[in-house]
């Protein structure tokens, strides 16, 4: 079997091959080096900003659904949502539990108001609120003198920045 040196090999095609992976190198390089700032550019052109909460283009969940709770009477607990300007919460999307231990939880009874019929690009025709909502919770079948209520709900701002859904685990004096 022959042995193939690089002296039977002309210098000029040897040095043209050379160059030709140099030149592959370079352009895959370069690609590489560009597709995270393509993939950035587009991410920006959509949302804004590569962070869609970065410049405040969307607010952080807490400033667009703020809550607070009250003892409407020993048996009754409200809890009233004060939602931002272009910002809406779904009504099936609350929830509200007594955790028992790991796995279980108690479901409450509770009543919300009329909702406002949306329709949505996530989840289709929705029932939605704006502005403010307060629900009532019925805690009557808790007689201590305080309780861990695990409380869910779910919106989105009208730009199109769905929150995923939200749980606060709350400590009440009763």
């Not at 690609?31 to 700032?37: D, Q, T, V």
């Not at 999307?93 to 028992?100: A, I």
């Not at 409380?151 to 929150?163: A, H, P």
Request: aromatic share 12%.
């Amino acid at each position: 079997m022959p042995v193939l040196s690089l002296n039977a090999i002309k210098p000029d095609t040897v040095f043209s091959r050379l160059l030709t992976l140099c030149r592959l190198g370079l352009v895959l390089t370069l690609l590489a080096g560009l597709w995270p700032g393509v993939y950035a550019q587009s991410l920006s052109e959509i949302t804004g900003s590569a962070n869609p909460l970065e410049n405040n283009r969307f607010l952080p969940v807490e400033d667009a659904f703020r809550f607070h709770t009250s003892l409407h009477s020993r048996e009754t607990l409200l809890i009233s949502w004060q939602i931002a300007d272009g910002y809406y919460l779904y009504q099936d999307k609350f929830h509200f539990s007594v955790p028992q231990n790991s796995t279980e939880n108690w479901q409450l009874a509770h009543k919300l108001p009329a909702a406002v019929p949306h329709t949505d690009e996530f989840f289709g025709d929705v029932n939605v609120y704006y502005t403010e909502v307060t629900a009532e919770i019925d805690i009557s079948a808790f007689q201590q003198s305080s309780m861990t209520l695990d409380v869910q709900f779910q919106g989105c701002s009208e730009d199109g920045l769905c929150y995923p859904l939200q749980t606060r685990r709350i400590q009440l004096d009763l």
